[in-house]
């Protein structure tokens, strides 16, 4: 069974730091993309960004690319993003979710609805 569990959400102050982390399980996670997605109230789901450890890739959306940094740890099953330089509008319930590698480039994978398996969210909360 496909499992996912996102943690190390919070409550920042605008420009500062967090850092989620997604602890997979169930599936062999080197052939599998990983990605972060966010949804704020009333918002469509966001991909934010997504790793694929067999193709060596990463995709970033515009309004992260510079601030965010996704990481894999393959050996652990840990799948990290780093968020600094946070802005209120950052602040969202995320989401990381997975979906087997079939060789499509990792923006293909940030697309939500590209995305099988889902973990359950984490807040993120950033005051001005």
């Known amino acids: 069974e496909v499992q996912l569990q996102a943690s190390g959400g919070g409550l ?5 730091s967090l850092r989620l982390s997604c602890a997979a399980s169930g599936f062999p996670f080197d052939d599998y993309a990983v990605g972060w997605f966010r949804q704020a109230p009333g918002q469509e789901r966001e991909g934010v960004s997504c790793i694929s ?11 992260v690319k510079g601030r965010f940094t996704i990481s894999s740890d393959n050996s652990k099953k840990m799948v990290y ?12 319930v ?3 979710a ?4 079939f060789g499509y ?4 994978y940030c697309n939500y609805y590209n ?3 889902w973990g359950k969210g984490t807040q993120v909360t950033v005051s001005s």
């Open 12 to 16: 920042a102050q605008a420009g500062g």
């Open 53 to 63: 450890s067999s193709e060596g890739t990463s995709y970033y959306s515009d309004s």
């Open 81 to 92: 993003l780093q968020m600094n330089s946070l802005k209120p509008e950052d602040t969202a």
């Open 94 to 96: 995320y989401y990381c």
């Open 98 to 101: 997975t979906d087997p590698t």
């Open 105 to 108: 480039s990792t923006s293909y």
């Open 115 to 117: 995305m099988t398996y």
